[in-house]
């Protein structure tokens, strides 16, 4: 009788815990560098809107300016809401995705929250708009300058 010693081959069905270890490793690398960069692109898509309802706050406000033949409204909220209602929101985080429309005597000086419009006829900025905070964008610029 002749006995046969034929390797045959191990069929492979998975894989190895050291395979697995790896992939879990990178993932977590992976991981760690995109969530701080999505994060910082949240605040940037934030701070975009901010300065897109700014723009339509100051659009309104010139609209009503030209129709009241150049008289500028005296708050945002009463006389004001046929023209632009609701108020959009000031969504940067340090603005605190606001509505709230705060009367100023020009730009801002301070950190605060929504908008500043300035109600002061006397003032080179009388009907002007402002993002209500000194604080900064992830650019670096103050938010008063938007």
Do not use: C
């Amino acid at each position: 009788m002749l006995y046969s010693f034929k390797k045959t081959k191990k069929v492979r069905q998975g894989f190895t815990l050291v395979e697995l270890m790896i992939v879990v490793a990178i993932m977590g690398i992976l991981a760690a560098i995109a969530i701080p960069k999505f994060a910082n692109m949240l605040e940037k898509s934030r701070e975009g809107a901010t300065q897109g309802n700014l723009t339509a706050i100051r659009s309104a406000i010139a609209i009503y300016y030209t129709d009241k033949e150049g008289i500028f409204p005296g708050d945002l909220t009463t006389s004001f809401t046929s023209y632009l209602y609701p108020i959009p929101p000031a969504k940067a985080t340090p603005l605190g995705n606001s509505t709230i429309v705060t009367g100023a005597s020009g730009i801002p000086v301070a950190a605060g929250t929504g908008w500043a419009y300035v109600t002061n006829a006397a003032s080179a900025y009388a009907g002007a708009v402002f993002a209500n905070s000194t604080a900064t964008d992830t650019k670096g610029n103050s938010f008063t300058t938007y």
